[in-house]
Every structure is written in structure tokens, then in C-alpha cells.
């Protein structure tokens, strides 16, 4: 800034700030809007006009996790006031909670959440590791043809997901991997690997060498100043590489799509997979988007300092 | 006499005497990768290739023929696949364009100190972080013909966004802007924020005009990291999957992965599909390699 600003460049300055607080309203209205729908009753999830305020419920979030009738007559009024809370919420929407015996039966999305946090997970865990100890060869090794080398493996994570997808579905179907988690793991290894290494090479240059060249002159050996002094080094750039690899593959949809159907399907072709024919019942939908996206949303916190990094694979810092 | 050489040799060879040495240590940190990345992408990319020339279907149980370069040359010719690409044209330059210019000009909106700028830095960031496919997923409940919040907002009544055949590849792309006009956003604040000050104050004392300053300052200073913007959102638009399949099934909005996807899992046109992946494949890496070329450049700075 100047020292000295005129008068104009003050009221220049105060509508830029009020036309960025403008810009943000507009580019959070859609995330509000969902994570609202998430905790409305039914009928004001579709109402005309749009409705903006209103008493939230968390009626939705009980018909996501549970598996429901719609019932023939009125429900029994000793039944109903024997039932929790949760439930009364079900019968007052006419429909009934299905049991086996007792026990509440789930609806599919805890599965498949699940299934997304096993697969991301495991995934980040590997991707990471690997990608860490090829960062430090890269890092502190000459290597004959380096530049080519990195090349190829970014351009790895290049590559369009149908693409691979197909050759990839054969392959797995001779094997019998389709439809399984470690099927999935092993295609978001593949896909985040690369990634990890060029983010983890950017943290690990930024290590000086002197630290490990003391510790081999203190008697260390290689392996042991490398997981002494360079690892512990190396701790944040790990963690943000860890969170982009995990949001990576929690969000990933056309692997998911095309490999997995039931058993290891995870949340990103289910959610969408719920719309059906008909009219959709908006609120559950809703409300099972607003307990997926929440994570990322955090982690988006969290990793706010390193996002500029972690887009340009590392390339820029900052 | 050795242990007297020893002393004379640098530390890591030093410390290689006692350890692994130094090259066993980067094999055993690289090789492990690299085969990992050989064997689950360029392995099946092998695959497919091969299956290109062929007339294989994954669905039936029939062998399949050597056809050589039939797929391909049938590829080219049909005006179906040539309307897809001429759709997902379309679709990266609207929905790039999009992105860059508000992105760009919401950089320039930021790029000044004011009270919570980070708070709002890290909201704006928030729809690129999110998963594609549930974007669409949600922006169908947004774009809702009857009861939907935008055509409410903009007094458009009944107006089908996603299945009405016009528009449903622009409503795509506008998802597509909201969701990544933030990356161009956090790309220019850095460039942005690289621009020497003494710059701006040399221009202030000349009382060099705003659009002169804006001309001849901080365009050139920041096209390095714009263009980088661009040719990475080129490349992911050009791949766009996700976003599209899961907001509409209008033929008009079918992008070419889109049709690759059908292709190969709907019609189980293997082999053709394989052909279709690689003439896919080669203009991908064709940007890729411009993407490096240019991400290396401004590492260099």
C-alpha cells in the first residue's frame, strides 16, 4: 500500500472488502443451502417459496441411518409413547422403523461410509509412506535422469480415472478383486503415490542437509539420520500430505463407480445413487451429504496454510 | 591404512561404511514406486492397449479378433464421437473462462489487508475441497425446477436447467466455476501477492492510471501463475467425469469421458472403448506435458 492514499483509494478499498463479503455469501448460499435441507421437515425441503428459516430437526439424520416402512394405519398409542424419541420422529412422518427381533435395522450408509473411511485410510497410509521414502531418494540422491523420471510419475496422476478404469476392471476380474476394498486401496495408492511424492519431495528439499550430515558425522548411520532427524523434520509436510491424500480418495467417484457395486461400494457413488425415480426425498439426501462433506470441511481448516502447495503438487510454497 | 583413507572421505561415504550404502538406501526408497506406478498404470495401459485391436466385449464369452486398426479408423470417422469432443470443447471453454475470470477477480478483490481475511480466504477455498460427484448431486436440488432456491432467486419459474437440452452443459459448467474458481483464486493471491510493492509506489508517485498500472505491472507479473491455472484447469476439465454424469443424462452435455464411460461399462464395447481411451489418453498428455514444462518454470523463479 502507499504511504499516503487518497480519498478515492480509501472508497475503492471499502467496496472491494464489501463486494468480497458479497462474493462470499454467493459462493457459501449452495453449501448453506444443503447443510440446511439437511435439518429440515419434509415438506420445507420442497416448499415454494424456498424456505430459509425455520425449526431444525434431526429427523432427517434418523431416517438416513435406519431402514423404513410406510405404514398401512395409524400407529398403536401405547407403541408410540414405549418408543424413544427418535422414533416417535418416524412414526410421526407415517412410517415405521424396521426390526429384526429388537434391533433396529440399519440402512445402507453406514456401510458405505464406513467403506469410504477403510478405503481412505489404508490408501493415505501407504501413499503416503511410499511417497515419503521415494521424496528423500529424490530429495538427497543423484539419480540418472531425474527430471524424466519425476515426470513420469506425475504424469501418472494425470491420467484420466476412466481411462485407467477400464483395463483395470479386466484385470481385477481375472484376479476377483472387483467389488473389494483392497481392489480400491490398490487403485488409490496408485493414484495418490504421485502426489506424495512430489508434494513430500517439496518438504523434504526444504530440510537442510547440515542436520543429517552432523548426525553421519556423529556416528550415525544413513537410515538412522533419516529416521532421526529427517523424519521428525519432515513431520507437518507428512500430516498435510496425509489430510490431501485422505481427501483425495474420500471424495474419488469414478474408480468407486465402476469397481465397486455392494459390498466395498463407498459413499460417493451411493449418496447420488439414492435420487431414484421419482420424487427424492431431499432432507435424508441431504442430511447423508452434510456427514460426508463435514470432514473435509474441517480438514479444509486445518490444512488452510498448505493449500496453495498442495494444488501445485508442491511446486509453489509459500 | 584403510581406516586412514576413511577419515580423508566425506562424511556420507563415511557413514555408507557402516550402513547400507547410500545407493543400496535410494534403490530400496525408489524402486519400490516406481514398480508399484509401472505395474498399476502403465501396465494396464499396455493392456488396453492391445486390446484396441481387437474387437473384444468384456460382457460376452466369445473369443475375440485382431481387427488392427479398424477401432480407430471407425473412431474418427463417426460423427457421434466428433459431436462429444466438439460438447466437452465447448464445455472447457466456458467453464475455464469462467473460472479464471472470477477467480482472477476475486484475488484482486482480496489482495488488500482487512479484518478476518484469512476466515474468509478459507471459506472461499471450501467447494474446490469437496467431492465432484455430490456437488452434483446437490446442485440438482438447487437448479430444481419448481421449487429451487436459483430459479426462485432469479425469477425463472419452471425453467428445467438440467434436462432442458440448451442448457444443460452451461448449468454443468456454472457448477463447474463455483467449484473451482477458488484454485485460480489461491494461484493469483500467491502471484499477487509476489508482485514487488515498490512497484505499485513508483506507479502511485508517476500517477500512473489504475488501468495503466493494472496493464503494465500486475498482468505480466502474475501471467506465469495464471497460466499455470489455466493449462491445470484445461487438463481437469478436459477429463471432467463426475460432475457431469451425476448431474445429467442429456446427450447435450455428454463429454467425451462421459461417453468413454458408456462406451466401455454400458455398451461393453471393449475394444473400441480401448481405442477411444488412448486417442483420450494422447491429448491428455499432450497438456500434461505443457503443465510441467510450465509448473518447472515458475519453480525455477
Sequence with gaps: MAAVRTSSEIVLNRAAIVAVLIATLIFL????????????????????????????????FVRLFTKRVQMQKTVDPQAYEAAPWWEKRIYDGGER??????DVQLSQYPDRFTNSLIVAIVSTVLAVGMGTFTAYGFSRFKIAGEADLLFFILSTRMLPPVVVAIPMFLMYRAVGLNDSHIGLIILYVAFNLSFSVWLMKGFMDEIPKEYEEAALVDGYTRMQAFFKIVLPEAATGIAATAVFCFITAWNEYAFALIMTNRRAQTAPPFIPSQIGSGLPDWTTIAAGTFL??????????LLRNHLLRGVTFGAIRK | MASVA??????????????????????????????FLIVFNIFPLIYSLGYSFTNFAANRSEPWQFVGLQNYRELLSDDHIWSNFIITAKYVIVSVAGQMFVGFGLALLLNRSFPMKGLITTLLLLPMMMSAAVVGLFWQLLYSPSWGPINYVFGLGDFAWLSNPDSALYAVAITDIWMWSPFVMLLSL??????????????????????????????PLVSPILLI?????????????????????????????????????QQWDTGKSCALAYIVLIMVLAITNLYVKYLNKVKER
Design chain 2, 190 to 219: 500467491a502471484g499477487l501477492s509476489a508482485v514487488p510493492q515498490h512497484l505499485y509506489e513508483a506507479a502511485a508517485i508517476d500517477r500512473a492510471s489504475w488501468w495503466y498500472t493494472f496493464t503494465r505491472i500486475t498482468l
Design chain 1, 29 to 60: 448460499a449452495p453449501i448453506y443451502w444443503i447443510a440446511s435441507t439437511a435439518f429440515k421437515p419434509k415438506d420445507l425441503a420442497v416448499s415454494v417459496p424456498p424456505t430459509v428459516l425455520f425449526q431444525p430437526e434431526v429427523t432427517p
Design chain 2, 229 to 265: 491455472a489455466l493449462i491445470f484447469r484445461t487438463m481437469e476439465a478436459f477429463k471432467t467425469f463426475d460432475i457431469a454424469y451425476t448431474m445429467t443424462t442429456q446427450p447435450t452435455a455428454e463429454l467425451i469421458a462421459i461417453r468413454l464411460y458408456k462406451q466401455a461399462f
Design chain 2, 6 to 35: 576413511l577419515t580423508h572421505l566425506d562424511p556420507a561415504s563415511r557413514a555408507a561404511a557402516r550402513g547400507w550404502s547410500d545407493l543400496t538406501i535410494r534403490n530400496l526408497f525408489i524402486i519400490p514406486t516406481l514398480v
Design chain 1, 97 to 102: 422403523v424396521l426390526k429384526v427381533g429388537t
Design chain 1, 292 to 301: 460426508f462433506l463435514l470432514p473435509v470441511a474441517i480438514f479444509t481448516f
